[in-house]
């Protein structure tokens, strides 16, 4: 992984994989010890057994990651929208300069007061805070289809590295029942040929 992992993921991964799962795909500003968090807690419930095991398991916290990135980044972009649909709103019908505009469309995302004022302000108008809401959804629904299209993307493989791994855990119990039959059964010797 990296050298800075945490002293549980440090515990957990063994030494001779970690450098081959690689570093993880964070972004800049994300937390590399929120990162190391998942992966503890995921290889703590999945247990991996084998070097298989783990390249599934890495999957299985990148796809996690991802999915919990693209919901961050959809609620901002919800967020963006409602701040940019109550701009318009001032720039447009109330015919405001558009940085007095964009002040006060930003200042009631962030200041409860201003948000009240805003919204009496625009009430006054005829704009209800629900529809700007709306409108402003609608105006970026292409957007947020794509990300629910990347989230559904990101769930399914991850579901898939899961399956994979209790399949392949069902495959070797499987083996070894068969395997265990056939010597309580007398059809394999547990003694070995003799060399000819």
């Known amino acids: 992984m990296r050298s800075s992992l945490s002293k549980a993921a440090r515990a957990l ?49 990148d796809l996690t990651w991802d999915i919990l990135r693209y919901r961050r980044i959809k609620a901002a972009y919800v967020g963006h929208c409602q701040w940019a649909g109550i701009e318009h709103c001032f720039k447009f019908p109330l015919n405001l300069p558009s940085e007095k505009a964009r002040s006060l469309a930003y200042k009631s995302m962030s200041d409860p007061e201003m948000k009240e004022q805003v919204e009496a302000v625009l009430s006054s108008q005829g704009f209800d805070p629900n529809s700007i ?64």
């Open 13 to 61: 991964v063994p030494k001779q994989i970690r450098d081959l799962l690689g570093k993880p795909p964070l972004l800049a500003d994300e937390d590399a010890k929120q990162y190391d968090n998942l992966l503890v807690e995921l290889a703590g419930d999945v247990k991996p057994k084998d070097f298989i095991e783990w390249l599934w398991l890495k999957d299985i916290v």
């Open 133 to 196: 809401r709306a409108d402003s959804f609608v105006r970026a629904i292409d957007k947020l289809d794509s990300l629910e299209r990347m989230i559904a993307s990101a769930e399914l493989r991850r579901n898939n590295a899961l399956r994979e791994i209790e399949r392949r855990r069902a495959d070797l119990g499987i083996a070894r029942r068969r395997t265990s039959d056939q010597v309580i059964e007398g059809e394999v010797s547990l003694v070995p040929a003799a060399a000819e």
